[in-house]
């Protein structure tokens, strides 16, 4: 069974500062999902990783696959306060349609 | 374009009442996907469907059933609700697997008293 790990599982931190999301998964994949989450709204998608090594960046965000260490990380640079939400990773079964989620990170940014 | 449209959008049911929460999608997407929500967790995925008339269980299939006889529609049935079937249902479609993000919709909000 895939299980997919965040962490941390709450992050707060100040507005200019730098900080990374971890996603760990338990089986060979090669892709993963991001996404953010507002409070009470639904999910939308950031980033769709696809190979080993590859990286993908949107504004203040970047995101990257490791798929030897079973690793995704979700940099946060500069953060200001609109990246307030929830960031969830998935992966993807290679040889099935299912997409299994991460606990999800709670990140607020305070001035 | 609609996108993946999900109703009703909140619900009260009572123990044991059954109800569909419906989900339909304009994107002549193959793969459909129910996955529910615990406050402060994440998704868990109840059923998903692969094109019309295939539809197979994920992690957390009992208490629920699915049919997929278009490829627009996946109806999410529950029978004799329980109040651990308390959540919010979201529906998300996608092209086909391999690369292809999930398209969620709004969301369903239940709640069972």
């Known amino acids: 069974e895939l299980k997919v790990e965040q962490n941390p599982l709450f992050l707060s931190m100040q507005e200019g500062k730098n900080y990374t999301i971890y996603c760990n998964y338990s089986t060979t994949s090669d892709r993963l999902y991001w996404y953010r989450q507002d409070p009470g709204k639904s999910l939308e998608s950031l980033f769709v990783?696809?190979?080993?090594?590859a990286v993908k960046q949107e504004g203040r965000l970047m995101a990257s696959l490791d798929t030897k260490a079973r690793l995704s990380t979700l940099h946060i640079t500069a953060a200001v306060h609109d990246l307030s939400a929830t960031y969830f990773c998935a992966v993807e079964e290679t040889s099935g349609s299912r997409l299994t989620f991460g606990e999800g990170t709670q990140l607020t940014v305070n001035p | 374009n609609a996108g993946v449209t999900q109703t009703p959008k909140f619900r009260i049911l009572k123990i044991g009442q059954s109800m569909t929460l419906q989900c339909t999608q304009d994107?002549?997407?193959?793969?459909m996907y129910w996955y529910r929500q615990d406050p402060g967790m994440g998704l868990k995925l109840i059923y998903y469907?692969?094109?019309?008339?295939?539809?197979d269980k994920g992690e957390v299939p009992n208490g629920y059933n699915v049919s997929r006889s278009t490829t627009e529609d996946f109806p999410l049935r529950l029978e004799l609700a329980a109040p651990s079937q308390t959540s919010v249902y979201f529906c998300?479609?996608?092209?086909?697997?391999?690369?292809?993000?999930?398209?969620f919709g709004n969301g369903t909000r239940l709640t069972v008293t």
């Open positions: 990783l696809l190979s080993n090594g």
């Open positions: 998300a479609s996608r092209r086909d697997r391999g690369g292809s993000p999930l398209h």
């Open positions: 469907s692969v094109g019309a008339g295939i539809t």
């Open positions: 994107m002549n997407h193959n793969y």
